[in-house]
């Protein structure tokens, strides 16, 4: 299993980014799919979810109305659109299946929203 984050980089606030994240070595389609992020000194949190076949999503109190989660099975990829960031939105973002994660965690990628 190889999970691939990209897509992050440092913004303003206010700004946008779209993460994504390649999938490879387990049958995509089968699984709810999610996003989440670690900051500084914080816990992993989970940010959104993706049913398998997209039919719904969940957010994070935090983010909802800011964030969309989407997928393409076809692609092996799901991604995240950030509209609206805050600085507390600065964290490593990782993909990872639902329910907390069963695959091995990727590198993430880092979003860091300044000023």
């Known amino acids: 299993v190889q999970l691939v984050e990209s897509g992050g980089g440092l913004v303003q606030p206010g700004g946008s980014l779209r993460l994504s994240c390649a999938a490879s070595?387990?049958?995509?389609?089968?699984?709810?799919m999610s996003w989440y992020r670690q900051a500084p000194g914080k816990e992993r949190e989970l940010v959104a979810t993706?049913?398998?076949?997209?039919?719904?999503?969940y957010y994070a109190d935090s983010v909802k109305g800011r964030f969309t989660i989407s997928r393409e099975n076809a692609k092996r990829t799901v991604y995240l659109q950030m509209n609206s960031l805050k600085p507390e939105d600065t964290a490593v973002y990782y993909c990872?299946?639902?329910?907390?994660?069963?695959?091995?965690w990727g590198q993430g990628t880092q979003v860091t929203v300044s000023a």
């Open positions: 990872n299946s639902g329910s907390g994660g069963i695959f091995n």
């Open positions: 070595g387990f049958t995509f389609s089968s699984y709810a």
């Open positions: 993706i049913t398998r076949l997209a039919g719904r999503t």
